[in-house]
């Protein structure tokens, strides 16, 4: 066999096993949209089938008509969006002090932000409830976002004083050069240098907070402040378990994070590569 036939035959294992590894991390996605669109008879049939003997959308519809999905939807949004934004702002900055800043236990503080990202959400959730309840913050926007941007800051700042550490420091140099302020500096030049990294921690934090469930079900017991997964796990009534219901909320609520993916999939390519500036 010739070298190059090698090659081709390698490429193309290469290629099939990159599709079947796609195809498997799907599969779960896949079968939860075909319950979603299967008629109900079908749902519980043994042994179950993929696809559906003809396509039913009246699940979709029960989720806005049944249950308030759009309010858990907006409700969602609102919260994770503010946390994302609010982490990147000050993760930004603590990364860049830290990154760029030398001085005595900086090591240290590094491990100890690291360190408070992998605290278990359990073991905070009973005094952060006291806080909250003492500060009448429960049930409302502002508590939750303070307690995701909680456990989202950590991760943004330890990965942002990274990608700033990949950093030449030539291009400081040359801005205080031309007469920039520290501020200046960090707001013109190193922000848009660290852009598509920004956006790569932004989908990351954004994506967590969307998904959370333990501190959304405790501190917002209101049904009209309620987030997405909190809203889908209470679909089930006492006499009822509404798998297509629940199938359809699933996908509707993953579109968002899917057309998030899409739309910045350039910037967050790049920020993958952040680190090839340094020289």
Excluded at 21 to 39: N, Y
Excluded at 188 to 214: H, Q
Excluded at 245 to 265: E, G, H, N, Y
Aim: with cysteine.
């Amino acid at each position: 066999m010739s070298k190059k036939t090698k090659r081709t035959v390698g490429w193309v294992a290469f290629y099939i096993f990159v599709a079947a590894f796609v195809v498997l991390l799907l599969l779960p996605f896949i079968w939860q949209f075909l319950t979603s669109v299967k008629p109900l008879n079908e749902i519980a049939e043994m042994p179950a089938k993929w696809i559906p003997s003809y396509f039913h959308g009246q699940f979709y519809v029960n989720v806005f008509t049944k249950h308030p999905f759009a309010r858990y939807m907006l409700n969602s949004l609102i919260v994770a969006t503010s946390a994302t934004l609010l982490s990147l702002l000050i993760g930004a900055s603590a990364a860049y002090a830290l990154s760029r800043l030398h001085f005595k236990g900086r090591a240290v503080l590094l491990m100890v932000i690291l360190g408070v990202s992998m605290f278990p959400t359990i073991a905070t959730l009973s005094p952060l409830y006291l806080i909250l309840k003492n500060m009448n913050l429960l049930n409302t926007y502002q508590g939750l976002i303070l307690t995701y941007i909680g456990f989202s800051l950590p991760m943004a700042i330890w990965l942002m004083t990274n990608f700033f550490s990949q950093i030449e420091k030539g291009f400081e140099e040359a801005a205080a050069i031309d007469g920039c302020s520290h501020f200046q500096t960090f707001v013109k030049i190193m922000l848009p240098l660290i852009k598509p990294a920004t956006f790569s921690v932004g989908l990351l934090v954004f994506i967590n907070c969307w998904n959370e469930y333990l501190y959304s079900l405790t501190f917002m017991s209101k049904d009209a402040m309620r987030t997405v997964p909190v809203g889908i796990a209470l679909f089930p009534s006492n006499y009822q378990l509404p798998w297509g219901d629940m199938a359809a909320a699933s996908i509707v609520c993953t579109l968002p994070l899917i057309a998030l993916v899409l739309i910045f999939q350039k910037n967050i390519v790049a920020g993958l590569t952040t680190g090839g500036m340094k020289g």
